[in-house]
């Protein structure tokens, strides 16, 4: 296998794990005491509308956006360009409805769109051509 061909596997590896492909389903809903919940969700960036990738769900998954909030993260930053701007391109592609694949099937439209709008706002490195391409 080349080079190219091998990143090109990682990258879809690890987008589907930032997209929570393969999570499995919630039985019901997770409560807390502790005080977690509010503070972790007021740990991340929001957007123009208020949303944040760490926002929670707990009913019928972790988060409220299937997008993980480790983006955001200083190993994610300090990743060479190249491989930041596969996984940017790879990310699109499937928020966006270019890649149709019945595994991003659980994805919704709005939230593939609530996921690009936030990460739009909120991403500073992002490529301007980021989630263009929005499928009908």
Known sequence: MNRSLAIRAVVKEL???????????????????????????ALGPRDSKGRSLRDLDLHESLLRYPCSYMIYSQAFDKLPPAVKN???DRLSEVLSGEESSTRYARLS???RQ???????????????????????
Request: proline share 5%; hydrophobic share 45%.
């Open 86 to 88: 596969a996984i940017f």
């Open 114 to 136: 609530a996921i690009i709008e936030i990460l739009r706002e909120t991403k500073k490195d992002l490529p301007e051509r980021f989630g263009l391409l929005i499928a009908k």
């Open 15 to 41: 987008v589907d794990y930032l997209l929570f492909v393969d999570e499995a389903p919630f039985s019901g809903d997770i409560e807390g005491s502790s005080g977690f919940a509010e503070k972790f969700t």
């Open 109 to 111: 439209r709005p939230d």
